[in-house]
């Protein structure tokens, strides 16, 4: 018996995310803060731009971090054994990237970390396996209308430190991205 390298997008995401949180408590976040989180910063700054991206391997805590991966590692091996390595980065990215972007000019005046802008995205993008002929998988619309359901429902009436923009966002591309792929035929054929 052999232990095989069976998803390399998100394994390396996930050694990522572990060496930002490790290398936050060693600097009592001040890593996190300046390589791992967005926030409204000048555009002038190059860290600013690597921050539209870099906020999905930053964690709050040990809590936020499991919370994350855990379903990171569940759906995220099946989305890229469908789609391939290379299509499921460039969803991460697109999706980090997005979520980043609309955080800066919605929300200057907070700060975004966590993955769970990708775990939304890899929900929804699993969600639209089984896409036929153009068609719409009832999954699909389950999963949209009860995950981004409960998150318009708690931006509105949930008060708490939870970005639920975030999700809808990372919803939206995920969904998207599957859905063009799929339609392009952009999908491993086994």
């Known amino acids: 018996m052999n232990i095989s390298m069976n998803s390399p997008v998100v394994l390396g995401f996930t050694a990522v995310c572990s060496m930002a949180l490790v290398l936050g408590y060693v600097t009592g976040g001040a890593t996190t803060n300046a390589f791992f989180s967005a926030y409204h910063s000048s555009l002038s700054s190059p860290m600013?731009?690597?921050?539209?991206?870099?906020?999905?391997?930053?964690?709050?805590?040990?809590?936020?971090?499991?919370?994350?991966?855990?379903?990171?590692?569940?759906?995220?091996?099946?989305?890229?054994?469908?789609?391939?390595?290379?299509?499921?980065?460039?969803?991460?990215?697109?999706?980090?990237?997005?979520?980043?972007?609309?955080?800066?000019?919605?929300?200057?005046?907070?700060?975004?970390?966590?993955?769970?802008?990708?775990?939304?995205?890899?929900?929804?993008?699993?969600?639209?396996?089984?896409?036929?002929?153009?068609?719409?998988?009832?999954?699909?619309?389950?999963?949209?209308?009860?995950?981004?359901?409960q998150q318009v429902y708690e931006t509105f009436f949930v008060s708490g430190n939870v970005s639920h923009s975030t999700h809808i966002i990372g919803g939206i591309v995920g969904a998207a991205m599957g859905f063009a792929m799929e339609r392009s035929g952009m999908v491993r054929k086994r």
């Not at 919370?67 to 990171?72: R, S, Y």
């Not at 290379?86 to 697109?94: E, F, H, T, Y």
């Not at 396996?129 to 359901?149: Q, R, S």
């Open 48 to 149: 600013t731009w690597w921050r539209f991206a870099g906020h999905v391997f930053g964690h709050a805590g040990w809590q936020h971090f499991i919370g994350n991966i855990m379903l990171i590692l569940v759906i995220g091996p099946m989305a890229e054994e469908k789609y391939g390595s290379g299509k499921l980065l460039m969803v991460i990215l697109a999706t980090a990237l997005t979520t980043g972007i609309a955080h800066y000019v919605f929300f200057p005046h907070a700060r975004l970390l966590g993955a769970s802008g990708v775990v939304f995205s890899l929900i929804l993008l699993a969600s639209v396996t089984g896409a036929k002929d153009g068609g719409i998988p009832l999954t699909f619309l389950l999963v949209a209308g009860l995950y981004m359901g």
